[in-house]
Nanobody, 117 residues
Framework: QVQLVESGGGLVQAGGSLRLSCAASGSISSMNAMHWYRQAPGKQRELVATITNSGSTRYADSVKGRFAISRDNAKNTVYLQMNSLKPEDTAVYYC???????????WGQGTQVTVSS
């Protein structure tokens, strides 16, 4: 079982930046992929960004060009750099890990991001 702990959320003005971190209790290099999801009040959880174990990245259209996902295998940490933030980016952001050979994700507890206009 891998535990994931997110940090770095907070309150920021529109146009500002935040960097989220997701620290894993185990090796993330053994994970097929690491994801960032978000869930706004009254909305379904949505996939924001993915980074595979080969380093490939994918983004939701709504964040392309503004967000960047990265990983540091030595620190077992995944990051989400968020720039040019908009009020519609306000949500709880969750880190998730897909272990090799499994279809069930491990989830973190989430970190709140609030973007004021």
């Amino acid at each position: 079982q891998v535990q994931l702990v997110e940090s770095g959320g907070g309150l920021v003005q529109a146009g500002g930046s935040l960097r989220l971190s997701c620290a894993a209790s185990g090796s993330i290099s053994s994970m097929n992929a690491m994801h960032w999801y978000r869930q706004a009040p009254g909305k379904q959880r949505e996939l924001v960004a993915t980074i595979t174990n080969s380093g490939s990245t994918r983004y939701a259209d709504s964040v392309k060009g503004r967000f960047a996902i990265s990983r540091d295998n030595a620190k077992n940490t995944v990051y989400l750099q968020m720039n040019s933030l908009k009020p519609e980016d306000t949500a709880v952001y969750y880190c998730a890990a897909l272990p090799a050979g499994r279809s069930t994700l491990y989830w973190g507890q989430g970190t709140q991001v609030t973007v004021s206009s």
